[in-house]
């Protein structure tokens, strides 16, 4: 695991969007695996302007997000593809059809999981997965305790996740209580992982991953196992 920490959450978003761009310089024809959360809004940012000064293209690669919650279709404005579309799809150049979320509003959400487990399975698996970190460890919706070799699946959200993820909701109630995530199994076949934390409120499930026990008390602790980790961090972090 390598560990980069810079005196400011500016630098750390800086070094992860240039890690993300010479990726796809390359490999234009990557298949990212993308992120949502109140940290990936900056990267995304600098992945717009970067590509508008003519640094980075889309177009050959393909993408997966993380996770999406049961219950919500993808033009319900608190979804996780109305998330993608505003910070990031509709102002970069990738082909239609290469961006890929679960389907929330799926009748079977169960069967959806599957379906998109195999979608990145088919893909060849992704090969560089951007991810955000809980501040209770977790890594896309993989709660504590999850199974360290799952796999896409429904998972029940804890409290305190609701309870971080309210702010994008009009009230706590309207938060679902489950999502569909890719599992610690997915995220592990992943060629290349960076992930980006930054604030005192992760430092603990930061120290958790990168330095506690491998257990799934700290989902993120199962970075350990990966041969190819970058955690970009910033000081408070
Ligand atoms: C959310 C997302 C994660 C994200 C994390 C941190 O619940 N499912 O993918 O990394 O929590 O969110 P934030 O960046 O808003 O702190």
Redesign the pocket.
Known sequence: MRVLIHPTPELAIDCVSNLMIARLARQPDAVLGL??????EAVYARLIAAHHAGRVSFAAARSFN??EYVGLAPDHPCSYWTYMREHLFARVDFAAGCTALPRGDAADPEAEAARYEAEIAAAGDISLQL????SNG????NEPTSSLSSLTRIKTLTHS?RA??ARFFDRFDDVPRLAITMGIGTILRADEVLLLAYGAGKAESAAAMIEGPLAAACPASALQLHRKVTVVLDEAA
């Open positions: 992120a949502t959360g109140g940290t990936m993380l996770d991810l955000g970190l809980g977790h890594i896309g919706f996740t971080a993820n």
